[in-house]
């Protein structure tokens, strides 16, 4: 696989599939979907076989649908398209949740967030409300239709 890499030969794009080979016993294959500086994003995935796909989507998230199936995990901070900072929004598979090294620190264990519900410490209270259906994201994309139609 050739792609410039230098400060000055910025990569424009992605590999093409053929160009991608990926190790059987990796344990996961990482991508950003949506590069805002260089201005790149994912349309089509890249074929991983039985190792979990692994997206960043924090510029892109809610943009498409999205097939959360072809996914193991997903993760975004939500401070882009879905509210205001502190909210991070993460949809794993619940068995690499189980998968993760049980020595980890409870607070960063996933599974300890789906056991409690996403309650297991105090969450950014006002970001989370403002994401809730009729507030926040709601209200204002109400609001400025209103001030579209009034021009």
Same mark, same amino acid.
């Given at each position: ?9 910025? @990569? ?72 205001? @900072? ?66």
């Amino acid at each position: 696989m050739s792609r410039p890499s230098t400060e000055s030969e910025k @990569s424009r794009g992605f590999p093409a599939a053929s160009e991608m080979k990926f190790s059987p016993g990796a344990s996961y294959v990482h991508i950003c979907t949506n590069n805002t500086i260089e201005g790149t994003q994912w349309t089509t995935l890249p074929e991983t076989g039985n190792v979990p796909l692994v997206a960043d989507m924090s510029s892109d998230i809610a943009s498409r649908p999205v097939d959360v199936k072809k996914y193991g995990v997903i993760f975004a901070g939500a401070q882009k398209n879905l509210g205001p @900072s502190g909210v991070t929004v993460v949809i794993i598979r619940k068995d690499l949740a189980e998968r993760a090294d049980k020595n980890l620190p409870t607070l960063l264990q996933y599974r300890t967030h789906i056991k409690e519900k996403s309650l297991y410490h105090t969450p950014p209270t006002f970001a989370v409300l403002h994401r809730r259906p009729g507030l926040g994201m709601d209200r204002i994309r109400r609001r400025n239709s209103g001030h579209r139609k009034a021009q």
